[in-house]
Structures are given as C-alpha cells and as structure tokens.
C-alpha cells in the first residue's frame, strides 16, 4: 500500500445519508434548488431548438429521397459545405439566417415535386 493512500472503512465514513441522497445530475457544489433550476433551463433551451431539430431531419430526408450528397445540397442551398455538415449532424445548430436558407430550399423541393 502506497503511503499516500487511505484506508476508508464503510463504518468511518463521514457521509451521512442525507448528503448521499442528491438529485440525479447534480453537481457537488450545487444545491438542490440550483440543479432543478440548471435541469429546467436546459429543457427549455432543447424545446426552443426542436423546430429547427425537425427542420434539419426535414431537409435530411428530402436530401436521401432526392439522393444528393451533402456537398451538393450545400451548393443548392448556397453555404459551405461544413456548416452543413455540422447541422446536419447536429453538431451544431442554426442560427435564423441559416434556418431560413434550409426553409426556403425545402419549400423549394417540395413545390418542385421533389
């Protein structure tokens, strides 16, 4: 055993079982009340981004039933081919100029007929 290592019993622990009991996801130097609220704002910051979730799936699947690659649907939309990338992989989401470009290029195909 190395010197710097403890050797911690269950019985002399300190932890009482009130302390153990947190809520899921909360981090050591919250407390309960700051961990809801920090869950809640990240519900509300994922329900704010699901139209542009469904509008990126959207223009994914109209991507696949038109069988284009992501470079060529870059080029139809009018942007870099990485800034695509990384929404349609949900790297990265869509800020409003970019939601209307991928709008209108949906609206597009789907009054084209495809």
Excluded: Y
């Excluded at 349609?88 to 609206?107: D, S």
């Amino acid at each position: 055993m190395f010197p710097f290592q403890q050797n911690i019993s269950p019985e002399s622990s300190d932890a009482s079982p009130e302390s153990s009991s947190s809520t899921p996801g909360q981090l050591p130097w919250q407390t309960v009340s700051e961990a809801q609220e920090d869950a809640q704002r990240r519900l509300d910051a994922m329900e704010q981004a699901e139209p542009k979730r469904r509008l990126i799936r959207d223009a994914k699947a109209l991507a696949k039933l038109r069988q284009i690659t992501q470079v060529q649907m870059a080029e139809e939309v009018g942007m870099p081919h990485r800034t695509l990338e990384e929404w349609l992989q949900f790297r990265r989401m869509p800020k409003a100029p970019g939601t209307t470009l991928i709008r209108r290029w949906v609206e597009t195909c789907h009054s084209e007929g495809l």
